[in-house]
T-cell receptor, first 113, second 113 residues
């Protein structure tokens, strides 16, 4: 069975500092990994995905994520946080043959001015 | 504009009533999904459909029903059998055979009075 863990319910960071939102996964075979962002009372917006290839994936709004197979992790990063990055972030995963995504419980990111 | 629309944005229901949430997409996506979001619990899959006239139960299908008569439409009915229906409901779609990132609608917030 697939599972995704986001160990931090809340992450606070000062504006201009780098940010990291953690995600670990458990899937059989090669994982397909995704990050989404959700603003209050809105749907989820796709940020980036890892399918294969380079372990560092670049996505929307300056975000990137690093795939680490040995640690089964896919942490989301940004070199310099903005107040407007404050939102709820979800990591998701699926096995190569599966059609359903499994989501983590979400991490609330707050960027302090 | 291409995308996924959900209506209504807010819905109020009296106990014992069935209500239907609308989800329409013009992305020509094959698969569609319904999720329920509760605070601190991430997204839980209710139902999904890979093709017209076929759908499968997700993790929390009890008290819900769906239909898929058209590729573009995947309405969700919340029945009176659903004991705690107050939640934020999200519809998503994806292209079959693709990497699997799902695109989300803006959501419907259902409140039982």
């Amino acid at each position: 069975a697939q599972s995704v863990a986001q160990p931090e319910d809340q992450v606070n960071v000062a504006e201009g500092n780098p940010l990291t939102v953690k995600c670990t996964y458990s899937v059989s075979g090669n994982p397909y990994l995704f990050w989404y962002v959700q603003y209050p009372n809105r749907g989820l917006q796709f940020l980036l995905k890892y399918i294969t290839g380079d372990n560092l994936v670049k996505g929307s709004y300056g975000f990137e994520a690093e795939f680490n197979k040995s640690q089964t992790s896919f942490h989301l990063k940004k070199p310099s946080a903005l107040v407007s990055d404050s939102a709820l972030y979800f990591c998701a995963a699926r096995e190569g043959s599966a059609r359903q995504l499994t989501f983590g419980s979400g991490t609330q990111l707050t960027v302090l001015p | 504009d291409g995308g996924i629309t959900q209506s209504p944005k807010y819905l109020f229901r009296k106990e014992g009533q069935n209500v239907t949430l609308s989800c329409e997409q013009n992305l020509n996506h094959d698969a569609m999904y319904w999720y329920r979001q509760d605070p601190g619990q991430g997204l839980r899959l209710i139902y999904y459909s890979q093709i017209v006239n076929d759908f499968q139960k997700g993790d929390i299908a009890e008290g819900y029903s769906v239909s898929r008569e058209k590729k573009e439409s995947f309405p969700l009915t919340v029945t009176s059998a659903q004991k705690n229906p107050t939640a934020f409901y999200l519809c998503a779609s994806t292209l079959a055979g693709g990497p699997g990132e799902q695109f989300f609608g803006p959501g419907t917030r259902l409140t039982v009075l």
